[in-house]
């Protein structure tokens, strides 16, 4: 009769699963451990020496073993009070840089120019879809920092732009030379996720799209 039946009747005690050969638990190692430790040659203190040594080695790295699992607990329980943290965004507006703003018909789009050092001629170009600039503001000069500014969705010719999604370019001129200009956007948080690959949290905003929960400059 297989043995298998034979412990299904009871009449046969279960196998224990075999161990990997190529491994050493601990238990193992206090057995060789007791072993070596019993058969000591005094007239050889250098192997005893080299034994204590690898003894100490695989404590160490049971040890950090350890340690890398408790930090791993750690992280994960960190991150999850973060999303839950962050959760709490929802419905809230924050303060993100982007070139891309969404215009509504209750908002304007509002946001904030900043300067590492101060700049004169600053303005602020509002593009459509196609890249033409439909609306230029001009902030004139300003010092280092950030500065507001917001378009109620008016342009140059006098008629109003269409709801949608916006992108913005800002220029000034900076020790002489004309240069690029970093944006902020105020925008709404429409929800909160944790990225697949567990490298941080995510906030998705409205006409912006998805960014790091570390790129929000401002809780409003």
Do not use: C
């Amino acid at each position: 009769m297989e043995i298998q039946k034979l412990q299904e009747l009871g009449l046969a005690k279960p196998q224990p699963q075999a161990k990997p050969r190529n491994q050493l638990g601990q238990d193992q190692f206090l057995k060789l451990m007791t072993t070596q430790m019993t058969h000591q040659n005094p007239l050889k203190p250098m192997e005893n020496a080299e034994f204590l040594t690898q003894m100490a080695q695989f404590g160490t790295v049971s040890g950090i073993q350890e340690l890398q699992k408790s930090f791993a607990d750690f992280a994960a329980a960190i991150s999850s009070d973060q999303t839950l943290q962050a959760s709490n965004l929802v419905g809230r507006k924050v303060l993100v840089e982007s070139q891309q703003a969404q215009l509504t018909a209750n908002d304007p789009i509002a946001g904030a120019v900043a300067l590492e050092q101060p700049a004169t001629a600053v303005t602020v170009q509002i593009l459509d879809s196609s890249g033409t600039p439909i609306r230029t503001l001009s902030l004139g000069s300003l010092d280092k920092g950030l500065t507001n500014f917001s378009w109620d969705g008016l342009k140059d010719d006098g008629t109003y732009a269409n709801p949608g999604a916006y992108h913005l370019r800002a220029e000034g001129m900076v020790e002489g030379e004309n240069q690029a200009l970093k944006t902020q956007v105020i925008a709404p948080v429409e929800s909160v996720s944790l990225d697949r690959k567990g490298h941080g949290i995510k906030v998705n905003l409205e006409g912006i799209g998805s960014v790091d929960f570390k790129q929000i400059q401002q809780i409003l």
